[in-house]
């Protein structure tokens, strides 16, 4: 995809953004420009202007004079996106965040954490582990993502099913508003409801509503241990059983995954567990805690596993095992993407008990639509990757097998998308989840905040 729109800057408007945001922090370079016409979708634009985020305050001025000028400004930090929320279609300036990247503070007392938004999600997580604490949203991206791209998409990951999404870590936050205006919003206390919680309006909102600038972050104290265990079952049937069926029976792991047999024959180099044959599904489980905990929570685990029909049970056996299996779930996307001509990332969610439904219904799409499917993914609440590939980029089938799967889980009373967010690539498809009046509703919330449509025009509506 090319920028759909061009916005005519001239010299003058270059020069007035040169003056807001500072001369060494515009970059007009087409070389350098065009290394930032993805995140990881398949969408692609060019920025025409790019500005290196310092301030809220410089951030302030840019948005401003953008209002002035009428011309798009589109939040980027890592990159990382899969829905293509980053990218200027509209044309305009990208502001890229990424330079503001520092951790201010790790407040052991009150245990948050006050950091910019370029800050890399796994930087923030080594820091909190390093005083003992824990930051647990471990989106898959997370050596590349940001904490701001994590609140502008509310990021989950495995540790999500115990811990909870970015959102529920965001206590407070610094955001400059489309016209310019900073504001505070929360705070750093666990409570506080005084007002509406314009904190969870801005997480989420991809970029549409504000900038964010700083966040107050929750923290927990770190779990002494864990414990990682894989499990491999005939189908993905079975598989699906033994998830639903060990949260039932009252255990809480911390993570609870599960790949298909075609992203397990991916990754299979990465982990360090012998696996005989071709099998059906492989399920991860985390454990954490006390020691004395997780070994009682395996105990009780390990039967139930065996009565869903694991045909093998792999306990990782030192810490090193543990990384390298988290390491080999970590990489079936950008494995996907390196095996196949062309690829869609979509990250349905449905209620838990009906993933081996879904599943159900793969082949016969695959079958329709001519493309070959991979599900993987977030098992334990329901949040199921399945990539779409096919063998060429404009293969017809593929918009057809996006809309099945849509269609397929939103029968089941799920959602076209559990953490990736809408941003452009999944625009068109917002109205088979959400009523005429919800849309409206949420544009009209879109331009209150933004009356002049300056800010990441064109997501998610
Ligand atoms: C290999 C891989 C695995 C992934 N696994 C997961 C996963 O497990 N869970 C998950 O949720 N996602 C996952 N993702 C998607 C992606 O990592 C997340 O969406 C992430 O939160 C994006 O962060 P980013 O810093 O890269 O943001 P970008 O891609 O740069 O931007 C994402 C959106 O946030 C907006 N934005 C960025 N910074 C700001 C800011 N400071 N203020 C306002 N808006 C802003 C942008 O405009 C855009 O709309 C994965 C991606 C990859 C490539």
């Given amino acids: 995809m090319k920028n759909s729109q061009i916005f005519p800057f001239n010299k003058n408007i270059i020069d007035e953004i040169k ?35 310092q301030s809220a305050e410089q951030i302030s001025r840019l948005l401003n004079l953008a209002n002035r000028r009428k011309f798009p400004v589109v939040p980027r930090a890592g990159g990382t996106g899969l829905a293509g929320g980053c990218l200027p279609i509209s044309g305009g300036v990208v502001l890229n965040l990424s330079s503001m990247n520092q951790i201010l503070s790790i407040d052991t007392q009150n245990l948050i954490a006050d950091v910019q938004p370029g800050v890399i999600t796994l930087n923030l997580r080594d820091a909190a582990r390093e005083k003992g604490l824990f930051y647990p949203p471990d989106p898959a991206g997370m050596d590349k993502s940001t904490i701001g791209g994590n609140a502008a998409t509310s990021a989950g990951g495995p540790s999500c099913l115990k811990y909870g999404t970015t959102k529920d870590y965001v206590l407070g936050l610094e955001v400059v508003l489309p016209q310019g205006n900073i504001i505070m919003t929360g705070g750093c206390t666990r409570k506080g409801v005084v007002g509406y919680d314009l904190t969870h309006i801005m997480v989420g909102s991809e970029g549409t509503l504000g900038i964010i600038t700083r966040l107050f972050l929750k923290l927990i104290p770190h779990p002494p241990a864990a414990q990682t265990v894989a499990a491999i079952f005939h189908t993905l049937q079975d598989a699906m059983k033994a998830v639903t069926e060990i949260q039932i029976r009252g255990h809480s792991p911390a993570a609870l995954e599960f790949m298909d047999a075609r992203c397990m024959a991916l990754i299979k180099d990465l982990i360090p567990l012998s696996i005989s044959g071709n099998k059906g599904a492989f399920v991860i489980m985390e454990l ?24 093998e049970i792999l306990k990782a056996l030192n810490e090193h095992h543990r990384e390298s299996i988290w390491t080999g779930r970590r990489q079936i996307s950008n494995r996907i993407r390196e095996n196949s001509v062309f690829n869609v990332a979509e990250d349905i969610a449905v209620p838990v008990g ?45 918009d057809d097998a996006i809309r099945a799967v849509f269609k397929t889980a939103l029968a089941m009373g799920g959602t076209i998308s559990g953490e990736h967010g809408i941003g452009y690539a999944k625009k068109s498809f917002i109205n088979l989840e959400l009523s005429p009046v919800s849309i409206a509703l949420q544009k009209d919330i879109k331009k209150l905040f933004d009356p002049n449509m300056i800010l990441n025009p064109g997501k998610i509506f």
């Fill in 19 to 53: 003056d807001a945001a500072g001369a060494d922090y515009v970059v007009t370079d087409p070389d350098i420009l065009k290394q930032y016409d993805r995140d990881a979708s398949f969408l692609r634009a060019i920025p025409q202007v790019m500005v290196m985020a």
């Fill in 354 to 398: 009906r993933i081996a439904d879904l599943a159900d219904n793969m082949p016969e799409i695959e079958k329709r639509c001519g493309v070959k499917l991979y599900a993987f993914g977030h098992a334990g609440d329901g949040n199921i990757h399945i990539n779409i590939t096919a063998s060429q980029k404009d293969h017809p089938g593929i």
């Fill in 288 to 311: 954490d805690g006390a020691v004395e905990q997780i070994d009682a929570s395996m105990s009780a685990i390990i039967p139930i596993l065996r009565e869903m029909g694991a045909s």
